[in-house]
T-cell receptor, first 114, second 112 residues
Framework: GAGVSQTPSNKVTEKGKYVELRCDPI?????LYWYRQSLGQGPEFLIY????????DSGLPNDRFFAVRPEGSVSTLKIQRTERGDSAVYLC????????????FGNGTRLTVT | SQQGEEDPQALSIQEGENATMNCSYK?????LQWYRQNSGRGLVHLIL?????REKHSGRLRVTLDTSKKSSSLLITASRAADTASYFC????????????FGKGTLLTVNP
């Protein structure tokens, strides 16, 4: 079956611009996560959705970052006024439910802010 | 913040040899998971071990967990070139039932 799909796979943007990153989770997975991975590091938690609501957004670095999941399926991570330090791979994952069920990751969006 | 710390950071072995990677963590956990990441790809779940388990097997993988030492090890037996990847441990920090905290990973290279 189809896995987690993320688009675009690569995004290059200029400092100060707005970007949207999209995630299509596995059908039927109620839990959705965004992680950020910098070079040579493990993924760092950004936000967790259970259904349509953001159950935990404590990992978002600041108020330039926002994520939505309006219908409980597709999610969009939005970054305003991008900075060079935002450059990283943004990974989306989904799972059947929270409760530590294994995460299924997409291949990520590599964001480069010039 | 990253709780798990893998050791070594990089490991290079010959095909057929065994590879052992270690992970240490800081807070109490309900379970620990291991993931693999091929270059430029997402992470793939390998195995989950609960805090009341000491050892678990899955194919050529063997995971141990020592909660008294807050450490885990991943053993890959009879390694293959296709096992070349980064391996990460992930813990449910503080017993969270959804948030995983990943270590920095071990880069394993298996030479044919």
């Amino acid at each position: 079956g189809a896995g987690v799909s993320q688009t675009p796979s690569n995004k290059v943007t200029e400092k100060g611009k707005y970007v949207e990153l999209r995630c299509d989770p596995i059908s039927g997975h109620t839990a959705l996560y965004w992680y950020r991975q910098s070079l040579g590091q493990g993924p760092e938690f950004l936000i967790y959705f259970q259904g349509t609501g953001a159950a935990d957004d404590s990992g978002l670095p600041n108020d330039r970052f926002f994520a939505v999941r309006p219908e409980g399926s597709v999610s969009t991570l939005k970054i305003q006024r991008t900075e060079r330090g935002d450059s990283a791979v943004y990974l989306c994952a989904s799972s059947l439910w929270g409760n530590n069920s294994p995460l299924h990751f997409g291949n990520g969006t590599r964001l480069t802010v010039t | 913040s990253q709780q798990g710390e893998e050791d070594p950071q990089a490991l290079s072995i010959q095909e057929g040899e065994n590879a052992t990677m270690n992970c240490s963590y800081k807070t109490s956990i309900n379970n620990l998971q291991w993931y693999r990441q091929n270059s430029g790809r997402g992470l793939v779940h390998l195995i989950l071990i609960r805090s009341n388990e000491r050892e678990k097997h899955s194919g050529r993988l063997r995971v141990t967990l020592d909660t008294s030492k807050k450490s885990s090890s991943l053993l890959i037996t009879a390694s293959r070139a296709a096992d070349t990847a980064s391996y990460f441990c992930a813990t449910d920090e503080g017993g969270s039932n959804y948030k995983l905290t990943f270590g920095k990973g071990t880069l394993l290279t298996v030479n044919p």
